[in-house]
């Protein structure tokens, strides 16, 4: 009998194993890899500027209000065990602290973060 | 509540949850021929259908790999490889009945921090080609993973603050009687919705969409291409999958073994969300991150504080 | 014949097909999407995809020299079939997959000899490529130069050379000849990189000939240049052609132009359905296009497609996601002689998928009848056929417009809410058409 997290160490091997042997079968059934590099596609054109680049976004707002959500998780999951134990004031606490954080979403959906087209 | 299983189970957990998406896979393959190519004229001809994933995979085996111009094949690949990975591990807190290979405590935080690589994943294997279609698909999953992931989240805990408890045996445990989709089909739906997301398949396909030539995936080709897809639907094989013990009451149920009504429950969901898809388009995030914020988010939340008052009154 | 070799042999029998249609080859492209669907071969949308390059038309040895280039691009052995002629679909995939066939089971030979070639060729264009590069200025494909973006020194050098200056016209450093991308001002007043991209012309669910020259800032369109290859000499479009026809005296029934038109419009909605990620009421589409071309009966037409129209028309997602794009009131789309159904939906995308439904269901009612076409009211699927302008013409000449500022998968609907016919003898403003 293992332990919980040693059993999934396990199967991160099994997994990892597998992987290995799929790309070990793809490596005796597919012909030699080529070795030169091809254009990236894009029409049938080539590009004429590399893809890597700063890439821009519209969403860029939505990902600060995530970060607050995001962070608030970290108390959410421990609360879900203590609730009946701590009673009434653990379930006010946690929604009033959630009601701050909504009103900042909706201020941002007010402001149109969250639609970029 | 749950029983111990065992060491070979390792083994067994990754061709079961193969074996499932073969026969999904299938299934979708049926449906799209349908509607390409019209009712199958007979029995064979709807085998052949359903066997078009396996052939498929024969194909990519057999296909070599090619690397785009100065690609970055290292972040490229680790993206490829981290799709079937992160939905195997996150596999591991399934249960199969009673049982699974591992029930920590914290069961719900892992299956969510495992699903949550497919972000990495997504936009690793978009960027890896150098290529400017593939890196669109990669950013498309970002903004998709900032809509779906916080409606997602409310929705498991949700779950757990029904049973207490963040471990999954647990949450099985508590809807012996009355299943929890039942007092919460707002956070039932919820999380079917994201198991979607979070897969990046059907509606929420448009990291992968056709109109960027196939997104993130568009370089990959051979044997990463087979991993990447393939990895693909495991996530949502196990995405699914985990919304029978989260919401479905798990092994709980009348006259059958409890693993045979896992299998059960787990099949109807996902045909439901195989032949669900049929109805609905692509949904683009500059329309539904909106939707998930102002609609999703507050109404999970009103899910929650509800199931908060039920607990405190139990 | 050993394991490995049957293996080889047995995973190219259902080959992923690409298929690159060239002005001109209408007829060819349905032809070879009938076949293709007949053998359950899928179409692929990226070269990585595929095994065979299905090119329908005659390519001039320019665009043939692309298209060759393409086919390197595709995973080895990658094999090239054109189709050049009506009726010759079936042959030509037949032959592509016995050739396709025989190379899987003894790769070793065949295959390297191409490679060599392709990779020689290959070099040889990226240095004299249309970029404004000079070759030679980084190391070609040195592997010490193959993470241009990622590594700190790639935007180390371009900012020191002119980044927070303000005077971003610093000297291109190119690595594996190409250079990065410069910057310019975004739509809301940033400065950001602006990646010129070439979009087109081999792209699933795209006007055939089409090419989009764009400066994308992220996902988004900042600007688009409109471009094509060079297309038929006559001009002649496959979806115009009975009125073409009947433009010259020839009589031409009322059944047959319905047909057509219905046709088009369905070949048009399923590219746009299909881009909007709804592949179920495309794929029936599609099919039921040329079931209206192979002359199935109009009763059998209309049942169909009132079937899937009415799933379409009600669906409130579609509604939901396709609304407010690509707006166009009849008021600027007269003002830019656009004429047809994008005139008279008088609205966004969502609106011009409505009126081809609408008219779609209209044509169906006309299939057998065999009255000839008035002479004087040529109207064909994209508007009046005959003038001095043909009716795509305006449709092109507003895309840069409306592209302008939209997210990239929206600039995709939106080009294909209008669907320009690029086989008209449509011209584009920025002079010789495509340099390859």
């Not at chain 1, 332990?3 to 290995?20: E, F, K, N, R, Y």
């Not at chain 2, 699974?100 to 949550?116: H, K, Q, R, Y």
């Not at chain 2, 409890?258 to 609905?280: D, E, I, P, Y």
Request: with cysteine.
């Amino acid at each position: 009998m293992l332990t919980a997290w040693a059993s999934i160490l396990l199967l991160l091997g099994v997994v990892v194993a597998g992987l290995v042997v799929v790309y070990g079968v793809s490596m005796w059934l597919a012909p030699a890899r080529s070795v030169g590099e091809v254009e990236p596609f894009s029409g049938g054109f080539a590009p004429e500027q590399h893809a890597f680049s700063r890439f821009h976004v519209r969403w860029y707002p939505i990902t600060m209000i995530f970060l607050a959500f995001d962070m608030e998780m970290l108390f959410m999951y421990p609360w879900v065990k203590v609730v009946s134990e701590v009673g009434v004031a653990a379930v006010v606490e946690m929604f009033l602290f959630l009601a701050i954080l909504f009103a900042g979403v909706l201020y941002a959906g007010r402001e149109g973060a969250f639609r970029w087209t | 509540m749950s029983e111990a299983v065992p060491p070979w189970a390792v083994v067994i957990l990754p061709i079961a949850l193969v074996s499932v998406a073969v026969v999904t896979v299938g299934f979708d393959a049926v449906l799209s021929a349908a509607a390409v190519r019209g009712r199958p004229g007979s029995l064979r001809e709807l085998g052949f259908r359903a066997a078009a994933p396996l052939r498929e995979v024969l194909r990519l085996l057999v296909q070599p790999s090619r690397r785009t111009t100065a690609a970055d094949t290292a972040l490229g690949r680790i993206g490829v490889v981290l799709v079937p990975v992160a939905a195997v591990l996150a596999g591991a807190v399934l249960p199969l009945g009673f049982r699974s290979l591992s029930d920590p405590t914290v069961g719900i935080v892992w299956f969510n921090a495992m699903e949550a690589l497919a972000w990495a994943a997504v936009w690793l294997t978009g960027w890896g080609p150098n290529s400017a279609l593939s890196l669109i698909g990669g950013y498309r999953f970002l903004a998709q993973g900032l809509a779906y992931e916080l409606p997602h989240m409310f929705a498991i805990t949700t779950a757990a603050l029904g049973a207490e408890s963040l471990q999954v045996g647990e949450v099985v445990a508590a809807q012996d009687g009355l299943w929890f989709a039942v007092w919460m089909p707002v956070a039932f739906f919820v999380y079917l919705l994201s198991a979607m997301a979070m897969s990046f398949w059907g509606p929420f396909g448009h990291p992968l969409g056709r109109d960027a030539a196939g997104g993130a995936a568009m370089e990959l080709s051979g044997v990463d291409r087979l991993v990447f897809l393939g990895g693909r639907w495991l996530l949502m094989v196990v995405t699914a999958g985990v919304s029978v013990p989260l919401f479905l009451g798990g092994g709980h149920g009348p006259l059958l073994p409890a693993w045979a009504w896992t299998l059960v429950k787990t099949a109807l969901v996902l045909a439901a969300l195989v032949a669900g898809r049929r109805l609905l388009p692509t949904l683009r995030m500059e329309r539904y991150t909106e939707f998930a914020w102002l609609v999703l988010v507050p109404a999970t939340l009103l899910q929650a504080l509800v199931v908060a008052v039920v607990v405190l009154n139990r | 014949m050993d394991l490995r070799s049957r293996l080889r042999r047995r995973a190219v029998q259902s080959p992923v097909v690409l298929v690159a249609v060239l002005p001109g080859a209408t007829e060819l492209r349905l032809d070879v999407e009938a076949e293709l669907r007949r053998r359950g071969w899928d179409i692929a949308g990226a070269p990585a995809v595929a095994d065979l390059l299905v090119v329908c038309g005659s390519p001039d040895p320019d665009v043939g020299r692309r298209l060759d280039t393409l086919r390197r691009a595709m995973p080895q052995p990658a094999l090239r079939v054109d189709v050049s002629r009506p009726g010759r679909a079936a042959q030509a995939l037949d032959e592509g997959l016995a050739l396709l066939s025989e190379r899987a089971a003894s790769p070793s030979e065949s295959a390297s000899g191409h490679e060599d070639a392709g990779a020689g060729e290959h070099q040889a264009h990226s240095g004299s490529g249309s970029a404004p590069a000079e070759p030679g200025h980084g190391a070609p494909h040195g592997h010490e130069h193959q993470h241009p973006g990622h590594e700190a020194a790639g935007h180390t050098e371009q900012d020191a050379h002119g980044g927070h200056g303000g005077h971003d016209h610093h000297a291109m450093s190119t690595v594996a000849g190409l250079p990065m991308a410069d910057r310019a001002d975004d739509r809301d007043g940033l400065r950001l990189d602006r990646l010129l991209l070439p979009l087109g012309p081999v792209l699933a669910d795209w006007p055939a000939g089409l090419i989009l020259r764009c400066a994308l800032q992220g996902d988004i369109v900042q600007e688009v240049r409109v471009d094509r290859l060079p297309g038929p000499p006559d001009g002649t479009s496959f979806w115009n052609e009975p009125w073409l026809r009947a433009s010259r005296g020839e009589p031409v029934a009322l059944g047959v132009g319905a047909r057509r038109r219905c046709a088009a419009h369905l070949d048009s909605l399923g590219r746009l359905l299909s881009l909007a990620g709804w592949g179920d009421p495309a794929a029936r589409l599609r099919r039921l296009r040329d079931e209206v071309l192979d002359g199935a009966p109009a009763g059998q037409c209309g049942e169909r497609l009132r079937a899937v129209a009415g799933r379409v028309e009600r669906s409130r997602t579609l509604r939901w996601g396709l609304a407010g794009l690509g707006r166009l009131p009849a008021e600027r789309a007269r003002r830019w002689g656009v004429t047809g159904p994008a005139l008279e939906a008088d609205g966004d995308v969502h609106d011009r998928l409505l009126v081809w439904l609408r008219e779609a269901r209209r044509a169906v009612r006309d299939f057998d009848d065999v009255r000839p076409l008035p002479a004087g009211e040529l109207i064909g699927p994209r508007g009046t056929v005959g003038g001095s302008r043909p009716p795509s013409q305006a449709l092109l000449d507003v895309l840069p417009e409306l592209l302008a500022g939209a997210e990239f998968g929206c600039a995709r609907l939106i080009v294909a809410s209008l669907d320009p016919d690029v086989d008209e003898s449509v011209a584009v403003s920025a002079g010789d058409g495509a340099h390859v």
